[in-house]
């Protein structure tokens, strides 16, 4: 007997509850991701005066992504899929940051790890799966075309950057254990 085949988009979506879950998950992390996101912003101002003010560009993006994923993806026809795109979208926006602030010097490096709790908090095993890949290999891609190598990052900079990615990661978290 052949097996049904599977829906168009089944790793993304591979029931009704995984996407009463993903929209659920959605609803009640958006408060600690726009916290996270908030954080990075400290983070992107604490490395103005070094690298300038290219840097706001794919903070105003992201931030945006994020407001986009909480209040708007989600009212739309597959939002699995809308979801996804901004959570891949918050990905190319920290490369695009790490890229502008010295590659794989860079201290914004830290903050792969909040689009990816978030990911892992409401989307399938297969999809959580391809974006660690993704966050794997976005900082590679940073590193190769980085500019403002050499910068001296010690000092604030470094210390905002990872206090912005522990506490997102934290309230990311929270939030999903309470959920």
């Not at 105003?60 to 939002?79: E, Y």
């Amino acid at each position: 007997m052949l097996a049904a085949p599977r829906p168009r988009g089944a790793w993304l979506r591979s029931s009704d509850f995984d996407r009463a879950r993903l929209l659920d998950m959605t609803r009640r992390i958006v408060p600690a991701t726009l916290f996270a996101s908030a954080l990075c912003g400290a983070a992107v101002i604490a490395l103005l005066p070094r690298v300038g003010p290219a840097l706001l560009a794919p903070l105003a993006l992201g931030a945006g992504g994020q407001v986009a994923i909480g209040f708007i993806f989600p009212r739309l026809k597959s939002p699995e899929r809308w979801i996804l795109a901004g959570d891949c979208l918050s990905v190319l926006t920290i490369a695009w940051g790490v890229a502008l602030s010295g590659g794989l010097q860079s201290p914004l490096l830290p903050l792969f790890v909040l689009p990816l709790v978030a990911v892992a908090g409401r989307h399938t095993l297969p999809v959580v799966t391809g974006f660690t890949a993704l966050c794997l290999g976005a900082p590679l891609l940073a590193a190769v075309v980085a500019v403002n190598r050499g910068v001296n990052y010690a000092g604030a900079p470094r210390v905002v950057a990872d206090f912005a990615a522990i506490t997102g990661v934290a309230a990311i978290t929270i939030a999903l254990m309470r959920a």
